[in-house]
């Protein structure tokens, strides 16, 4: 039995349409970074970047299960000593409810050139508008 290993020029990449309106994020991000690696394909190749491109839109209504709520932070450092930003999800999803979803696919995604390749491809639009109607998304439903 032989392992077939896709070529980079053989790769196609399609274009996923994927609706965040009352999915739960921890599904809805693990989805999404499935798609960016492909691992939903069958010419699956961990070394290279044979995923898809995925528009998420609707990520103000992504919910949170439990009390997830009120309790998750996200944080982020200055730099500067001392000056570790805690930000409450409440506050993220009001002002920028992208990088909800963008923070959980990217925490998802392999930490070196390939995942920063692959995170590149993911496009997140706080409301159904869109800009990538010319690339003829495939809707993609999570249940």
Request: proline fraction near 5%; charge should be positive.
């Amino acid at each position: 039995m032989r392992t077939e290993s896709i070529s980079s020029n053989a790769i196609k990449k399609e274009w996923f349409l994927i609706d965040a309106k009352a999915v739960v994020l921890g599904k809805l991000a693990s989805t999404v970074a499935s798609f960016l690696r492909g691992k939903h394909k069958p010419s699956y190749t961990p070394h290279m970047d044979d995923g898809d491109h995925v528009i998420v839109i609707n990520a103000r209504h992504v919910r949170l299960t439990g009390n997830k709520a009120l309790q998750k932070v996200y944080y982020h450092h200055t730099g500067y000593v001392g000056n570790l930003k805690e930000i409450p999800f409440a506050e993220v999803i009001k002002k920028h409810p992208e990088r909800v979803i963008e923070a959980a696919v990217k925490g998802m995604l392999p930490k070196n050139k390939l995942g920063r390749a692959q995170y590149r491809h993911l496009h997140v639009y706080a409301d159904a508008n869109h800009n990538h109607q010319a690339q003829t998304p495939k809707p993609f439903t999570i249940s």
